[in-house]
């Protein structure tokens, strides 16, 4: 496999994992300011920005406290 392919690859991976992570930001709850804030870092330093909201940044709750298993 040649150079050039390998940071290809390595380029679209970190793409997808960029697209992931502002999606998961856009759906997470909290302030519209401090998801835009979240979205710029991870689309202006990819990998730093990416990395930086995994460990700190907004968490995204799966608990509906509508649901049936809620209740019991």
Do not use: C, D, Y
């Not at 496999?1 to 997808?16: D, F, G, R, Y």
């Not at 804030?37 to 799966?62: C, D, N, Y």
Request: a positive charge; aromatic letters at 6%; zero cysteines.
């Amino acid at each position: 496999m040649q150079t050039e392919t390998i940071w290809i690859v390595l380029v679209a991976v970190l793409l997808l994992i960029e697209l992931w992570a502002i999606n998961r930001v856009r759906k997470a709850q909290g302030k519209s300011s401090n998801k835009l804030l979240w979205i710029v870092v991870i689309v202006f330093v990819p990998l730093i920005g990416v990395v930086a909201w995994a460990l700190t940044g907004p968490k995204h709750t799966e608990h509906n406290p509508h649901s049936p298993q809620a209740r019991q």
